[in-house]
């Protein structure tokens, strides 16, 4: 069995804790343009300039989101860095928080961990929960500032506690790889279910590894098929493969290798390396037909827009597949 841990994620979301599937992982680029522009009733960029010059901190942050964005003027990073730094002079959280976000990653600006480091202090003392989750990743990195996992551990559990799903996830990371901390295995369920249940799919398959192996829960099958469904369900390949197993060992369902097959194959799609191996041992047991169904079901699966894979994307989780019982960074 192996076991993998996820990787710390930071985000740069302005609207809301929305998250899509770049956000799942560490964010690299400016976000689409509809993730910038905040919700309420829209203000003309000139009466919106207005109250920027004269000094509203709201405004000022709203008109950078329209310089970033390119949205009612063409995009331009100089002046969205000019009016998040007037707000963030202000102490307006929303714009340290993308000021950090910007130097953290060289948006407009030359990038600077410690610039990023100070700008998501900033927004996180004031309970900004997406910067606390950046911020931690700071420390637990030692980017812009000395490595410290307790430091790391108490801005993370600051985020997972406002209910940020992706704090959540990584507080669970941490307290499962127990790297600069003693691991906790309980902890780590418990906010693993917390980003599971708010749909985060790396959770979700992690919370299926808990279960099956009953780390920090009791030893349960059928909810390790629950939620490694869940995370497969969202397009996400190593729960997919995970499922298959649990389809192959006939662990929490009855076995069905044909079943197993159809999901080794669509996790093999979506870029699972291990599942082709799986899929050939397979082969083995089973009749040609039920190759060719499974085969069929795997690709009417993969055929849907619905399921689009977004595991591949994600260098992250735990998987349950035999051979590697490391936890390890990525």
Known sequence: MRLR??????????????????????????????????TGVPVELATLRQKAEGGDAAAQTALGDRYLAGSGTPQDLVQAEKWYAAAAAQNFAEAQFV????????????????????????AAEQGHAIAQNNLAFLYR???????????????????????????????A????????????????????????????????NNLAVLYYNGAGVPVDYEKAVYWARRGAMQGYALAQADLAYLYEQGKGVPLDYGTAYMWYSVAAANG??????????????????QVTDAKNRASAWVSHPENVAIASQRGSATSFLPGNLVARDF
């Not at 000021?99 to 900033?122: C, I, M, P, T, W």
Request: glycine residues 8%; positive net charge.
């Open 5 to 38: 841990p996820c990787s710390p994620i930071t985000l740069f979301i302005l609207a809301s804790f929305y998250i899509s599937r770049v956000n799942a992982q560490e964010a690299r680029n400016i976000p689409d343009t509809q993730q910038l522009l905040r």
């Open 99 to 122: 000021l950090g976000y910007l130097y953290q990653h060289g948006v407009g600006v030359q990038k600077n961990d410690r610039e990023a480091f100070r700008h998501y202090s900033g």
């Open 272 to 289: 699972d390396k291990k599942s082709a191996s799986r899929m050939k041992t397979l082969t083995s047991l089973m009749q040609p037909q």
């Open 173 to 204: 990371c941490m307290y499962f790889t127990g790297r600069g901390l003693p691991r906790n295995n309980q902890e780590a369920a418990r906010w693993f279910l917390a980003a599971a249940e708010q749909g985060i799919p790396e959770a979700q």
């Open 141 to 171: 990195h030692g980017r812009g500032v000395d490595k410290s996992a307790r430091e790391a551990l108490r801005w993370y559990r600051a985020s997972a506690e406002q209910g940020n799903k992706i704090g959540q996830a990584n507080l």
